[in-house]
């Protein structure tokens, strides 16, 4: 390997390297780490992390699936049909996996941890807060539409218990959609959101993979064995136009995006190897690939392009066992907001600190006021906007434009910058493609980007 010079100088900040438990951030209590000393680490070293590889797999697949899962069938809708959906989704995951194997290269080239340390250290100052800010966007908008799911998923349970018709759009006091949803926020997601730590994930973790694989189960069943009332509409086999096919990818990059837990699962292998990583994420995306495109492909040939946003919704509210699906649902997002909101809360409070070239806070007191305030002020307003944005399908795709940022972006800006560090004075044949290829993942990025704010921007608040 080339000798590279990496840009890991973080004191033009003027502040600590930890400030805002950036360490932590997004490291899973159930990835087993060991302590990193400030030299370079032999990648033989025992200090490494103690996961094997078979664990490192079943980490990423857990990172990747999710509720994103239940908008596969309305991207295929959108991508124009199976055959279309499928060539996406194909095309897409070499993309996936090259940025996986690029930001562990850059993150044992530049000695960092997790996502954003590395971005910040390969590619500098300024990349490093656009990535922070976009974590922090990122993980608020996902912390909306679970609220969205969490309400989506309760209207149609709701109306089985209260023997409302289906469609009913009168109701109880206490079955209202805005009072049922502030009402488990409250009680549920508010007092795990603001203990310090989150010890509790690895429970979440479990509930949310066996959640995601029966809901796959049933939809794929569904298709197979479908009820007499469920009329498909129009089955779609080819994209309105290109664009079409283009709409489909934020809720690609959505399902997708475990990129940014990616880092400090690669450094908690036992073989931290970048070759033995790239064997990993394949795998683990081959995994959800099968997951996705099962739900992806029987949840759209059983509705066409009827299909609601998000699919569990398109089924009967009598059904017993999509019931249990959409229960298993609720509990995993349940778990989940908490999980994200720690995350965008460690990293505000990193820019914050940063910012005002605090160290670490040393005061118990002052750090538990700020993070309840800090805690009280992102809750309320991911609630209200949840409130208030009905359509889950909206704010994946403005989530899914920052998804492709983590996915194609900032890894395809890491690789450009690793490689023009490389001291060579002659550059092979390789070099130069390695740096076309990041040139084309920020570029198709950048586009995706692009396409979901503009969408959001003009068309959504023209309508």
Known sequence: MAQVCINSDYSEWGSSTDAGERARLLQSPCVD?????????????SDRGTTSTLGAICIVVNACLGAGLLNFPAAFSTAGGVAAGIALQMGMLVFIISGLVILAYCSQASNERTYQEVVWAVC?????????????????????????????????????????????????????????????????????SIPREIGFQKYASFLSVVGTWYVTAIIIIKYIWPDKEMVPGDILTRPASWMAVFNAMPTICFGFQCHVSSVPVFNSMRQSEVKTWGGVVTAAMVIALAVYMGTGICGFLTFGATVDPDVLLSYPSEDVAVAVARAFIILSVLTSYPILHFCGRAVVEGLWLRYKGMPVEEDVGRERRRRVLQTLVWFLLTLLLALFIPDIGKVISVIGGLAACFIFVFPGLCLIQAKLSEMEEVKPASWWALVSYGVLLVTLGAFIFGQTTANAIFVDLLA
Do not use: H, N
């Not at 976009?134 to 609220?147: E, W």
């Open 124 to 192: 500098g100052k300024l990349t490093g807060v656009l990535c922070e800010v976009a974590i922090a966007v990122y993980t608020f908008g996902t912390c909306i539409a679970f609220l969205i799911i969490i309400g989506d998923q309760q209207d149609k349970i709701i109306a089985v218990m209260a023997k409302e018709p289906e469609g009913a759009s009168s109701g109880p006091w206490y079955t209202d959609r805005k009072f049922t949803i502030s009402l488990t926020a409250f009680l549920f997601i508010l007092p795990l």
């Open 33 to 45: 780490m060991a302590p990193k000393s400030e030299g370079a680490v032999s990648p033989g070293d």
